[in-house]
């Protein structure tokens, strides 16, 4: 429905609506309105923009039938809208407040034939700026729920699961058992840190297998062995790549708006093709430079830029980290929050504001404001996870707690005591590996 809708665009008489929405939207929850449409959690009920008809998620296509049949209503590109439940919620309250012809396109069918043969129809798309800024918002809301739930993830240690081929129960990260599946039964699909929802996806996995169906190929067999034996000896023991019933479980698939895995892969493999003949024989590395957040200070590695924020500044960002408990993301946002902020010449402890950045600092300087961040509810969202300068190398040299913890631990001693070689013989019929080859059970 979407493609056809686009291409009929050059056809459209567009009536555009004054009101570009200049501002960020606000979003029904979980019910709009006095009209009480509300969403169960895990069975969201879809309503009608127009009417009281309502739909199960599970059945969005009736909806959009019935909306398209009986009201005249065509939205455009629906796969590429994150959370189709909230996009009708909102223009269900907008359809209320305005007639459906300020924002919405004109079809009109048959107009060379008669007059009673004619019918207007009403194109939905992101041609109204108020359509665009809503898909992009809800777009960032869904990424940032993605990126949480694959920080829990990784940071959840109480995970049990059983590997799909041998039986054998991991306990503690998931990236054991993906790991394990990976390198004693080949079956990869892709680096675990890639992947989000990863219960679902095991879980998913399993029913194919237990309804006896080829991971693969996605055929069907008479039992088990029979299954087994196929998907050993076809190599099969991987995911169909083109079923897009595993995109929900790669973050890949949630970075751009309308983009899958294969168009981002795609312009990856198009630019490696249109550069494969060039001459990098004459390359030089050059020195990667960070620059303080408050200044034009560069420096070549992370730490000397630190010390000279805490020295020059008296901002610490690794205290930063360490008080609030910052994971990767939120130091991202929280950097790109306060680069942002001395960009428009505007201090980030009280938010007032300058005429140069100079004036900004030594204000930061004289009130101390300058370790004083507003409430984590004013940097911590998601319109910071975009870099406010491109080539910001800060932001590539921030460190995950997890890798800091890991170097730590990598610093301490280890006790290593060292065996009585004096009989050599007896400490050969007493090591612990003879003991495992006898199948004994070392003491």
Known sequence: MGSSCTNAMSKLHYIPTKDYILEPLSLPESQAGGGGEAISEGFPVLPCVFCEIRCPAAEKDKLLKHMCVDHKLVIADVKLIADFSRYVLYWREQFKKRPITDYCSVIRTNSEGPVEAQEDYFLLCDVLPEDRVLREQLQQRRLEEILEQQQQERNDTGFHGVCLFCSEEFTGNRSVLFNHMAKDHGFNVGLPDNIVYCNMFLETLQKKLDNLQCLYCEKTFRDKNALKDHMRKKQHRRINAKNQEYDQFYTINYLELGKTWEEVQSEDDRELIENQEDDWSDWQDHPICAVCLFCELQADTTEKLYDHMKDAHGFDLLQIKTMLGLNFYQQVKLVNFIRREIHQCRCHGCQKKFSSKAEVVSHMAETEHIMSLPDRSIWDQPQYYFPTYENDTLLCALSDSESDSAVEDQKEEI?????????????????????????????
């Open 415 to 443: 006790l290593v005591i060292g065996e009585d070689i004096s009989n050599l013989q007896a400490l050969k019929q007493s090591s612990v590996l003879n003991q495992l080859l006898r199948g004994e059970t070392p003491r």
